[in-house]
């Protein structure tokens, strides 16, 4: 198993397909990184996963842009499945509807599946398209193939903050987890005008959660919380992602990334922790090279917030 310096294991590898995306949210990251036009083949991802597999990462993640807007998204989750415990992917669900189906059957485990509002004009207001009533179609058949299905709800001061117990209810209703997202920026982007407006903290909510629940679990993988929260008679799963400031966040972290460009990146916030591993490939390297690009990748990871 890979170790870092600072004796974290990376056991989980999540993969940026393209940086194209079909909505516009306000808010859109794109997992930090402006890439370049290179775009991996379905081979070439296999190659990295099957080098990852053998090093001990267990777990796969595909996110992008949108993961789905590559017409070989069925492909290159069949080609990846053997290689991996738990297969997911981060959606904002525009082809769910389409595609969970062909996903499922081609060995996708799970689904994380955008939506910040219940509310269609807000909705549009986010993502800058009307689709709402469409993806809550898409997330509806999702629920009947995946498990779990996670709704990834991003809590934005003065757009959605109103509306987190309405989905805390829907997510029961539904039989999905909801994840609730603090929003994060680096350091630099503390004193912006987006996150002065925007920013909105979960802690309060947190400490009312553990009043709460009747359960509360703890996942490894950033010692994220978990909690089990009573609504209507059902039980709905909350978890929290808390990760400004956060160093038991950071001090957790088990992911490597693969941008869509083909480097490998040590951490979201970092913009420069990155190495190439597509070029070498390209130009004939052989495993044992990709191995030690990964190795040389894991010396320098380091947590954000310490
Ligand atoms: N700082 C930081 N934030 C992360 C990291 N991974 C995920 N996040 C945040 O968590 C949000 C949800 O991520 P998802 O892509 O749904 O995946 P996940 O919830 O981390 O993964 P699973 O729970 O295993 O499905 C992202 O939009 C990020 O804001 C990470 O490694 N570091
Ligand atoms: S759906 Fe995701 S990738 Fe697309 S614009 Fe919104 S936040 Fe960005
Ligand atoms: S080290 Fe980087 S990628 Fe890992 S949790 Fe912290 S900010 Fe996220």
């Not at 990251?29 to 402006?34: L, T």
């Not at 989750?77 to 082809?95: A, C, E, F, K, Q």
């Not at 509806?140 to 959605?160: D, Q, S, T, W, Y």
């Not at 090279?289 to 310490?306: C, D, T």
Request: hydrophobic share 40%; charged share 35%.
């Amino acid at each position: 198993m890979l170790i870092d310096r600072f004796g974290r294991p990376v056991t989980n590898l999540r993969i940026s397909l393209t940086k194209e995306c079909n909505l516009a949210c306000f808010y859109c990251h794109r997992e930090g990184q402006d890439d370049g036009e290179r775009v991996m083949t379905p081979e070439e991802i296999e190659r990295v996963v099957r080098i990852a597999s053998r090093l001990g990462i267990r777990k796969v993640k595909l996110t992008g842009g949108e993961p789905t807007v590559r017409e070989d998204i069925v492909e290159i989750v069949r080609r990846i499945r053997p290689y991996v415990v738990d297969l997911s992917m981060t959606t904002n669900g525009t082809t769910l509807y389409r595609l969970a189906e062909e996903l499922r059957e081609a060995g996708l485990d799970r689904v994380n599946v955008s939506l910040d509002t219940l509310d269609r004009k807000k909705y549009k207001k986010i993502t800058g398209f009307d689709v709402l009533p469409w993806i809550l179609r898409g997330i509806e058949k999702a629920v009947k193939l995946f498990h779990p299905v996670k709704l990834n709800m991003v809590v934005m001061r003065g757009i959605n903050d109103d509306e987190i117990w309405d989905m805390i209810r829907f997510a029961a209703e539904i039989g999905a987890v909801l994840q609730l997202i603090e929003i994060e920026v680096p350091r630099e982007m503390e004193d912006s005008p987006f996150f002065r407006e925007f920013f909105y903290p979960l802690k309060p909510l947190e400490e009312e959660f553990e009043r709460l629940a009747l359960e509360v679990r703890e996942r490894r993988m950033h010692r994220r919380r978990k909690y089990f929260i009573p609504i209507d008679g059902k039980v709905a799963e909350v978890e929290v992602v808390r990760s400004m400031h956060n160093t038991v966040f950071c001090m957790n972290c088990t992911r490597l990334r693969l941008t869509a460009d083909g480097y490998l990146k040590t951490c979201l916030l970092r913009k420069n922790d990155l190495i190439d591993i597509l070029g070498p490939m390209r130009e004939g390297a052989s495993d044992a090279k990709l191995v030690e690009i990964f190795k040389e990748a894991i010396l320098m990871r380091r947590p954000y917030w310490k």
